[in-house]
């Protein structure tokens, strides 16, 4: 991929986007060659399957997909240099893992430029084994930060739900699935949402998590903000917390 795009001899970067990083649409920008900014977004989208660390940043770069601007070119290129930089990294999978299953999310409120929406990020493991993992900026417009929990919390159920599902094929049955939120508010409205009307325009599709915490099909626990892997998902890092948080996703140095 470094060599297709002519950034094999790049400076190596240590992380994949700077936290001064704000993409806008840029439409005074200069405007650049969208097949070529197309080709290295569906380079690093495929990437993505094995790279979790880059979810995020080639997420947010595919959005400018129609009219690509220098800005995101530039915001692409230094993805690449990461990548240089981070060859040796790897998603580890270590023999005899549990099917202990648990779920972190979380989400960026109003982090997109554009319109304001708000990112969800969310990861499931099985025992220390990183299984899914995914970035996507939310339909509705969240109005608080609890809101835009709340929503990420509802697609980490849609993913515990699933894995429940899947696990029976296998005769594996798991009673509860934590799933771990660092957002009181967002934990209490999963408990008891009739008590927060200013919420109601929230799609009622999201409401189904409350009816799955009262059927003891999952939990929501609290987990600090600094521990929440799925941070890793909805917004840049400075270099020390997205080091810890990538080591949390299992991302290590492979060993011939």
């Known amino acids: 991929m470094l060599k297709k795009f002519g950034l094999e001899d790049s400076k190596p970067m240590k992380t994949p986007m700077s936290t001064e990083t704000k993409l806008t649409r840029d439409e005074e920008g200069e ?38 601007k220098t800005s995101h070119l530039e915001a692409v290129k230094r993805i690449f240099r990461y990548i240089k930089g981070t ?7 270590p023999k005899g893992s549990g099917i202990e ?22 990861c499931t493991f099985m025992g220390c084994c990183l299984t899914s993992w995914f970035s996507k900026k939310q339909t509705a417009l969240a109005i608080s930060t609890t809101e835009a929990e709340y929503v990420s919390a509802g697609k980490a159920c849609q993913q515990a739900l699933w894995m429940k599902q899947a696990l029976i094929d296998y005769g594996v049955r798991l ?25 109601k325009h929230i799609e009622i599709s999201h409401y189904f998590l409350h009816d799955n915490v009262q059927k003891g099909n999952i939990s929501i626990e609290k987990v ?29 140095e492979q060993i011939d």
């Open 31 to 68: 405007s650049v060659d969208n097949t070529k900014y197309r080709g290295m977004i569906g380079s690093l989208l495929y990437l993505t399957a094995s790279r979790p660390d880059i979810m995020f940043s080639v997420c947010l770069c595919a959005r400018f997909q129609e009219d690509p």
């Open 87 to 93: 060859t040796h990294l790897g998603l580890w999978y």
């Open 101 to 122: 299953t648990i779920v972190y999310a979380d989400s960026d409120h109003a982090g997109d430029y554009v319109d304001r929406k708000s990112t969800s990020g969310v």
């Open 175 to 199: 009673d509860d699935i934590p799933i771990m939120c660092d957002n009181p508010g967002a934990i209490h409205l999963s408990k008891n949402p009739v008590k927060h009307s200013r919420t």
């Open 224 to 252: 600090s903000s600094e521990d929440n892997i799925a941070d890793i998902l909805t917004k840049p890092l400075k270099r020390e917390p997205f080091n810890y948080l990538r080591l949390g996703l299992g991302m290590m």
